[in-house]
Nanobody
Framework: LMSSCRRWGGLVQPGGSLRLSCAVSGSTLDDYAIGWFRQAPGKEREGVSC????????YYVDSVKGRFTISRDNAKNTVYLQMNSLELDDTAVYFC????????????????????????WGKGTQVTVSS
């Protein structure tokens, strides 16, 4: 159903910016909630942000509020994650995921909830923040 674009992941210095994209194919973006997750070495996967594509409802976890921006382009069936003011702790493999339930997607943003039940996952993109 979907794939993560690797083009804008990569290596960046602290304070820098990157943009990730997540393209949905084979279906209509409007039908889904899209979430961004990340997994740092030795840590559990955690939610970062999510968006309900049809309405634009958005959620961010506290650690990225004010620094990350999630957006969607329904015409392109693509969701973006603009990451500014990157910090060392943002280093992780980033994944996007899709589910028809925004309520469930929100639930997976809680650290203790887990996200294995989400229906679709994109390929991970490595983001490394290093000086």
């Amino acid at each position: 159903l979907m794939s993560s674009c690797r083009r804008w992941g990569g290596l960046v210095q602290p304070g820098g910016s990157l943009r990730l994209s997540c393209a949905v194919s084979g279906s209509t973006l409007d039908d889904y909630a899209i979430g961004w997750f990340r997994q740092a070495p030795g840590k559990e996967r955690e939610g970062v942000s999510c968006i309900r594509a049809r309405t634009g409802d958005i959620y961010y976890v506290d650690s990225v509020k004010g620094r990350f921006t999630i957006s969607r382009d329904n015409a392109k069936n693509t969701v973006y994650l603009q990451m500014n003011s990157l910090e060392l702790d943002d280093t992780a493999v980033y994944f996007c995921a899709a589910d028809r339930s925004y309520a469930y997607m929100l639930e997976t943003m809680r650290p203790e909830a887990g996200s294995d039940g989400l229906h679709y996952w994109g390929k991970g993109t490595q983001v490394t923040v290093s000086s």
